[in-house]
């Protein structure tokens, strides 16, 4: 896979991509991260990405010039993403913004399946609108709160693609049962040592018996997710009688 990342602020991916599961993608040639400086692409002498807002008001507005040449010269041409006008597949150009449809395991997973990407990190108060019409194929923000850039959205958003890819991870195993993979929290971990300052572990894990402990996993897995995170429930994966079950700790719980 490759991934390009359009950035007013370069500098902030070294660390990121520099350690970890991402690092280790990188060197097994899984996935190419190629970080492009947005200023690279004005034709002014100055190099100016950002103008006063049309109409008054606070901050600065990204100009949709560099983004367009930027993009085009990587070679997403904008649109609808899919087919072009003249037929051949294009590429994904994601715009990083509080305004976008909210990321999740499930955009992770559908983004995961291009063999290239670009994702725009917007900044200062706004980007030009004719790129959210004209040039991006998506909208994405992270999360209902605001950061200072599309920066550490477009690494989160990075993260979570690359850890998908086969063979970034130790083990396949460890996508599979991962939180949210099927729409569920994870259920608690621990090692050793068996007891740790008078609080042990659950007796069921040291049993070695295999099919009580995957019991006991999935009924840890829904039960924290009942109390954290009820909205997930509607879309999860459930047996009949799991959900039977559940309701009966929604009731015994309002009782
Ligand atoms: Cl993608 N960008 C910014 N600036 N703030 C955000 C975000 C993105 N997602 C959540 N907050």
Redesign the pocket.
Known sequence: MKIHILTLFPGMFNGPFSESIIKRAIDRGLVEIAIHNIRDYTSDRHHVVDDYPYGGGQGMVLKPEPLFEAVESIGGQGGVCGESEKGESQIPVIL???Q?RLFDQQAAQELAKYEEIILVC??YEGVDERVGEHLVTDE???????????EL??MVVVDALVRQLPGALGSEASVVEDSHWRGLLEYPQYTRPQAFRGWVVPEVLLSGNHAAIARWRREQSLLRTLKRRPDLLERAELTDEERRRLNEHRYADSS
């Open positions: 990083l913004t509080p976008g917007g900044h994405i923000s992270i999360g209902d709160y605001v950061l200072s850039g599309g959205a477009a």
